[in-house]
């Protein structure tokens, strides 16, 4: 089965992470022969050596509802499906 979005999301965001650790193990590295080297794009690296979020965390804005407001509809429903509340 191949590895779904998520899996290779992750497994991306591990590459970055080592190659940040391998950035920072030595100043004789720089950022690009870094990039190459780990087959991540220098402009990546480069953001997020800057500082810049990753995808998950650099896009939690654009959702449509907070994790609280989310849970909150999920037990309403819940409780809908067991018979505690009745819609009109």
């Given at each position: 089965m191949p590895p779904t979005t998520n899996q290779k999301r992750e497994k991306k965001?591990?590459?970055i992470?080592?190659?940040i650790a391998y950035y920072h193990a030595s100043p004789k590295?720089?950022?690009?022969?870094?990039g190459e080297k780990f087959g991540i794009a220098y402009s990546t690296l480069?953001?997020?050596?800057?500082g810049?979020?990753?995808y998950v965390r650099g896009h939690w804005r654009l959702e449509a509802l907070t994790?609280?407001?989310e849970k909150a509809i999920?037990?309403?429903c819940a409780k809908v499906d067991e018979?505690?509340?009745r819609l009109l």
């Open positions: 965001e591990k590459t992470q080592d190659a590295h720089t950022i690009r022969a870094t480069r953001g997020r050596l800057g810049a979020e990753d994790e609280y407001e999920v037990q309403c018979g505690g509340i």
